[in-house]
């Protein structure tokens, strides 16, 4: 199988480190705890006059290459090229591009080992990519085409209000989600 993984959410844990730095940067901010985050975008949830605060965390240099691994996902994803399954990496960048694209490089590098580097597709558009599965944490995947992978959504607690016929809680049950059908 071709299988598509996203990696803001379910290999790079964005979430938490965008808390611990706007924790650090903006400590007299109000913050949301990670359990009570209910919207996709940060932004939403936090509010409009936050936006510009929100943004500079995010697109500050160092900040992608800081986020914490998910559980699990170093050794799911290797015992998925293992078994053959034709794994990519695809992931959507910041259009604010300049740290993000080459930090999301890097932390690959430093997260999974070099051998994942050439697994990278980086697109705006994850329609336009051809696969059977697509792991993501995005509720909702739109682009220019219907998509031909199906989606598996990653379970986080911002994304559990729509309804969502396949989901993976974690990394370490993924072979009775991805395999059993
Ligand atoms: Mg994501």
Known sequence: MTILVDMDGPLADFEKG???QWQIVF???????LEERTTFRIQDQYGLKLHDKIRAVYSAP??????????GAKEALTQLTEKGH???ICTSPLTE?????????????????????????????????RGDLLID???????VYS???EHILFDKPYNRAPKHDKRL????NWETVLLNG
Not at 27 to 33: A, H, T, Y
Not at 137 to 143: E, K
Not at 169 to 172: G, H, K, R, T
């Open 18 to 20: 965008f808390l611990k």
């Open 147 to 149: 998509p031909v992978w």
């Open 86 to 88: 034709n794994l990519r």
């Open 27 to 33: 400590p007299n901010e109000r913050f949301i705890p």
């Open 137 to 143: 944490d995005n509720p909702t995947i739109t682009g």
């Open 97 to 129: 591009y300049k740290n993000c694209v080459l930090e999301k490089y890097q932390w690959v590098e430093e997260n999974l080992g070099s051998s994942f580097i050439k697994r990278i597709i980086v697109t705006k558009d994850k329609t336009l990519i």
């Open 62 to 71: 160092g900040f992608y290459r800081q986020l914490p691994i998910i559980p």
């Open 169 to 172: 809680d974690d990394w370490f």
